[in-house]
Nanobody
C-alpha cells in the first residue's frame, strides 16, 4: 500500500522559515501530480501548491512568492519550502498525490486519491 509520510512541521515565529518533506514509496513522483494542502481549525481544506510530472508548479495566491514546492524523484521526496511565514499559515499540512487531471492541477482536493496525515505548522506573531 502506498503511503505518504510527512516531516518537518513545528512551531516558528512570523517571518521565519520552515521546510516540509513528504516521502512516498512506489513510483508516485514520476507519474502523479503531487500537492500540498492545509487545513486550519474551523476552516476548509485549502490547496497550497502543486507540482506536475514535468516539474511545473502552481500556487495558491495566499502563498505565491513565499512558498516553493519541489521534488526529488531519486529520493521519492516532495518538499514545501515556507518562507516569510505568517500567523495565517498556521494549519495542518498534508501532502497528496493524484493522477494527472485538471482537478489535480487546480488543487481541487477530490483530484487527489493518496493522502498523508500531517504535519502541524504553528506560526506565532
Amino acid at each position: 500500500q502506498v503511503q505518504l509520510v510527512e516531516s518537518g512541521g513545528g512551531s516558528v515565529q512570523a517571518g521565519g522559515s520552515l521546510r516540509l518533506s513528504c516521502t512516498a514509496s512506489g513510483y508516485l513522483y514520476s507519474n502523479y501530480y503531487m500537492g500540498w494542502f492545509r487545513q486550519a481549525p474551523g476552516q476548509e481544506r485549502e490547496g497550497v501548491a502543486v507540482i506536475d510530472t514535468d516539474g511545473r508548479t502552481r500556487y495558491a495566491d495566499s502563498v505565491k512568492g513565499r512558498f516553493t514546492i519541489s521534488k526529488d524523484n531519486a529520493k521519492y521526496t516532495l518538499y514545501l519550502q515556507m518562507n516569510v511565514v505568517k500567523p495565517g499559515d498556521t494549519a495542518m499540512y498534508s501532502c497528496a498525490a493524484g493522477l494527472p487531471s485538471p482537478s489535480a492541477w487546480f488543487l481541487v482536493w477530490s483530484g487527489y486519491n493518496i493522502w498523508g496525515q500531517g504535519p502541524p505548522v504553528t506560526v506565532s506573531s
